[in-house]
C-alpha cells in the first residue's frame, strides 16, 4: 500500500522569494512520483514527475522537485515566486494503476 | 486535439435520481480512472479500467458503477444519488501505469 502526506495544507509567501511545498510518501517500494497544479476552477495540470532517472526532477514554471529516498520526500521547490504561481498543489505517488493524491497544498502568493 | 472531455460541465440532481457522466479521451490511452474531489481531501479515486472490458474499484466506490466498453469511453454512472455524492469529478486518463495523467476540467454536481 502507498500513501502520501503533504504537511502543509497553506503555504503564504511573497513574490519573488522562494517556494518550498513538502511531501512525503510512505511506500513498500519505490513509486513513481509526480507533482500536479489545480488553478482555481481548472482541471489538474502535471507540474513533474520522478521516475527512477535522476534524483532531480525539472518541471514546469521553474519548479524543481528532488527523490530523496532515505527521507521518502519529494519536495517541491521554486527560487522566485509569480503571482501566477498562486493555486493548488498535489503531490501523488503512483503505482500499479492506482494514483494516490495528497491533500493538497494551497499556495497563496502576495504581491 | 480534444485530449479527455467530461460532460456536463454542472449538473444538479435530486435525492435518488440516477444520472451519468461522460468522459471521452482521443489519446488512445489505455488507462482511465475517476476522480471526486472534495475541500480539504484531494482527488480520491472511485474507479478506474486498464483497457476495455476491463475496469476496478478504488478507494471510494460506493454508489457509482462504471463500464469501458471502448478504449476511447469511460461513463461513471450515479445509481441512485445521495447528497454526500455532492462534489467535483474528474475523468483522467493515461498511456501506460507510469506516465503523465491528463486530467478532463471536471464536472461540479450538486445534489439537492
Known amino acids: 500500500a502507498q500513501s502520501v502526506t503533504q504537511l502543509d495544507s497553506h503555504v503564504s509567501v511573497s513574490e519573488g522569494t522562494p517556494v518550498l511545498l513538502r511531501c512525503n510518501y510512505s511506500s513498500s517500494y519505490s513509486p513513481s512520483l509526480f507533482w500536479y497544479v489545480q488553478h482555481p476552477n481548472k482541471g489538474l495540470q502535471l507540474l513533474l514527475k520522478?521516475?527512477?532517472?535522476?534524483?532531480l526532477v525539472k518541471g514546469i514554471n521553474g519548479f524543481e522537485a528532488e527523490f530523496k529516498k532515505s527521507e521518502t520526500s519529494f519536495h517541491l521547490t521554486k527560487p522566485s515566486a509569480h503571482m501566477s504561481d498562486a493555486a493548488e498543489y498535489f503531490c501523488v505517488p503512483y503505482n500499479n494503476n492506482d494514483m494516490r493524491f495528497g491533500a493538497g497544498t494551497r499556495l497563496t502568493v502576495k504581491p | 486535439n480534444a485530449g479527455v472531455t467530461q460532460t456536463p460541465k454542472f449538473q444538479v440532481l435530486k435525492t435518488g435520481q440516477s444520472m451519468t457522466l461522460q468522459c471521452a479521451q482521443d489519446?488512445?490511452?489505455?488507462?482511465m480512472s475517476w476522480y471526486r474531489q472534495d475541500p480539504g481531501m484531494g482527488l480520491r479515486l472511485i474507479h478506474y479500467s486498464v483497457g476495455a472490458g476491463i475496469t476496478d474499484q478504488g478507494e471510494v466506490p460506493n454508489g457509482y458503477n462504471v463500464s469501458r466498453s471502448t478504449t476511447e469511453d469511460f461513463p461513471l454512472r450515479l445509481l441512485s444519488a445521495a447528497p454526500s455524492q455532492t462534489s467535483v469529478y474528474f475523468c483522467?486518463?493515461?498511456?501506460?501505469?507510469?506516465?503523465?495523467?491528463?486530467f478532463g476540467q471536471g464536472t461540479r454536481l450538486t445534489v439537492v
Open positions: 489519446m488512445n490511452h489505455e488507462y
Open positions: 520522478y521516475t527512477s532517472a535522476a534524483t
Open positions: 483522467a486518463s493515461s498511456y501506460s501505469r507510469h506516465t503523465e495523467a491528463f
